[in-house]
T-cell receptor, first 109, second 112 residues
Framework: AQRVTQPEKLLSVFKGAPVELKCNYS??????LFWYVQYSRQRLQLLLR??SRESIKGFTADLNKGETSFHLKKPFAQEEDSAMYYC???????????FGTGTRLKVLA | GAGVSQSPSNKVTEKGKDVELRCDPI?????LYWYRQRLGQGLEFLIY????????KSGLPSDRFSAERTGESVSTLTIQRTQQEDSAVYLC??????????FGPGTRLTVL
């Protein structure tokens, strides 16, 4: 069965430090991977998708098919990055999305 | 423009009662999703509507759960004979012809 694993429930880093939010998936086909973010008192929203190979708010994520990972990275964390981050997988041929359990990022001053 | 809206924002009910949760998607969005988010857990897929196709109900946890959608507009998620384990935030999302889902604010359901 397809699965998305985010091993860290909470990640705390200091402002200016690098941050990496881990995401691993299990799927034998060609996945589409996404990161969604939920800031305090706001709605869940798309942050980035692997197919776009974009950098949003300084965040990047590279799909590593060998390691079945899609870790989210930012070289210098900002306090406004504090939020809940969800990794999601869409399997080929469908528009059904599987979400991980989320990681809460706290950026400390 | 208006985003996805959900009502009610909070619902408290007694065990055994039926509840209806409503979702108004963004106008023109052909796809609509329902998810459940239990405390401390991720988003659990429930059901997915795409245009006039048969909905993907593979995530509904039991036959107490059902959902309807009228055309490409409003959707209602109904939970019959609610149980305490149904307590969660129920999220609705809609999508146009892209991979971006737009989420509503959610309905927090508490079953006493």
């Amino acid at each position: 069965a397809q699965r998305v694993t985010q091993p860290e429930k909470l990640l705390s880093v200091f402002k200016g430090a690098p941050v990496e939010l881990k995401c691993n998936y299990s799927y034998s086909g060609s996945p589409e991977l996404f990161w969604y973010v939920q800031y305090s008192r706001q709605r869940l929203q798309l942050l980035l998708r692997h197919i776009s190979r974009e950098s949003i708010k300084g965040f990047t994520a590279d799909l590593n098919k060998g390691e079945t990972s899609f870790h989210l990275k930012k070289p210098f964390a900002q306090e406004e990055d504090s939020a809940m981050y969800y990794c999601a997988l869409r399997t080929s041929g469908t528009y059904k999305y599987i979400f991980g359990t989320g990681t809460r990022l706290k950026v400390l001053a | 423009g208006a985003g996805v809206s959900q009502s009610p924002s909070n619902k408290v009910t007694e065990k055994g009662k039926d509840v209806e949760l409503r979702c108004d998607p963004i106008s023109g969005h052909t796809a609509l999703y329902w998810y459940r988010q239990r405390l401390g857990q991720g988003l659990e897929f429930l059901i997915y509507f795409q245009g006039n196709s048969a909905p993907d109900k593979s995530g509904l946890p039991s036959d107490r759960f059902s959902a309807e959608r009228t055309g490409e507009s409003v959707s209602t998620l109904t939970i019959q004979r609610t149980q305490q384990e149904d307590s969660a935030v129920y999220l609705c999302a809609s999508r146009a012809n892209t991979d971006t889902q737009y989420f509503g604010p959610g309905t927090r359901l508490t079953v006493l």
